[in-house]
């Protein structure tokens, strides 16, 4: 059996990461183990570190979610991967009570087959490691019944007739965000930061709006005039206020999909959620039948770009710190 080690948070609010030996995990019927070769780095980390949120912890406690890497080892009942695959997953220990053997911050990582995707042997692990949770909170957020319910993404979607408003196309969920409502047959236009206008478009938004202008919120209602909207996915912290002048104003649904908390009191029509991914709703329809296909096919660009910043269990610190800072249409990404 191989050695593993990962990078535990080993109380609150403690910094750095400590590297040590970690078990080596066992895979259940219809989970892979991923030899990681880059992980990914999210807001929650330094969120979860900084004890920034009321959430179960345990310490030491491994965190991560994004991966990339070789399968190793493939439980009793898998049939989708086989030994030596390079794929990308979603580590979702965080999700399962912060189970270690599911998070991405160690060597090998448990992934459930339907959380992961075989990548192209011209895609790095830096650059699908970006992919994971940003997809699944997209998809959360656009499939599970509580949320916007949409149909599933397809190869060939059927044109809807409606636009989705996303706010924050340039984040990473974002990003994600607008390739899966077109590929369930929405229009989308987008907001973004100027210089990210053309970053927001080549992912398949027709429109993007600036938000730092003064009168983006009118121009989005003039815009959507004559349209039906299927109601609005806020991606960022400050994309809230905006959606909901939105859905106000304009004819459609009157649903907002958010990755942060919401108001609790919202205006007679309005409705909205913060988006808690589960993944039954969603794993089989987004991963399965449409990302690995789609990937395949190079029918979906893994974005945004990764910005590697270091090699290594040890560099995840640094990582988490850089993140910290913010990010503008990257993700940072290290090493392993
Ligand atoms: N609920 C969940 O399960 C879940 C899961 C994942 C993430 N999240 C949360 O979702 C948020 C986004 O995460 P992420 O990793 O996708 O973020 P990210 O990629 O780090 O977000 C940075 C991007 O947001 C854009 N942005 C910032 N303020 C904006 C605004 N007011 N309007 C439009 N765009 C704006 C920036 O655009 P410019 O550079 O163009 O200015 C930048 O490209 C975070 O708050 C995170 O904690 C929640």
């Known amino acids: 059996m191989p050695s593993n080690a990962a990078a535990f948070l080993v109380g609150e609010a403690v910094r ?171 229009e989308v236009i987008a907001v973004a930061s100027a210089k990210n206008a053309d970053y927001v478009k080549k992912l398949g938004a027709v429109e993007a709006f600036d938000y730092r202008s003064e009168t983006v919120v009118a121009d989005i209602i003039t815009y959507l005039k004559g349209k039906t909207i299927a109601g609005a996915f806020n991606a960022v912290k400050d994309g809230f206020d905006g959606c909901l002048e939105i859905v106000q104003a304009s004819q459609g649904g009157k649903f907002i999909t958010s990755v942060l908390p919401v108001p609790e009191v919202l205006p007679a029509g309005i409705s909205s959620r913060f988006i808690v991914m589960d993944p039954p709703q969603f794993a089989k329809s987004a991963y399965v039948e449409y990302l690995a296909p789609a990937l395949k096919q190079g029918k979906y660009i893994i974005a945004p770009k990764p910005l590697v910043i270091g090699k290594g269990l040890e560099s995840i610190q640094a990582g988490i710190d850089r993140q910290k800072q913010g990010m503008s249409a990257e993700k940072v990404v290290i090493s392993l």
């Open 16 to 186: 750095p990461l400590v590297v040590g030996p970690a078990p080596y995990p066992v895979p259940g019927p219809s989970e892979i183990v991923v030899k990681n070769g880059a992980v990914a780095i999210n807001p929650i980390e330094w969120i979860l570190q900084d004890h920034l949120m009321d959430f179960p912890m345990h310490y030491p406690m491994i965190m991560g979610q994004d991966l990339a890497g070789e399968v190793v080892e493939i439980g009793s009942e898998v049939s989708r991967f086989k030994v030596g695959d390079r794929v990308l997953g979603h580590g979702f220990g965080m999700l399962h009570n912060n189970n270690d053997p599911e998070s991405a911050f160690q060597n090998y990582t448990i992934v459930s087959e339907d959380m992961a995707a075989v990548i192209g042997d011209d895609v790095s692990f830096e650059q699908a490691s970006v992919l994971p949770l940003c997809f699944s909170t997209a998809a959360g957020g656009l499939y599970q019944k509580e949320f916007l319910n949409l149909p599933p993404p397809s190869l060939n979607p059927t044109p809807k007739g409606e636009t989705l408003v996303i706010w924050g196309g340039a984040s990473c969920v974002g990003s994600n965000a607008i390739q899966l409502a077109i590929a369930s047959g929405y």
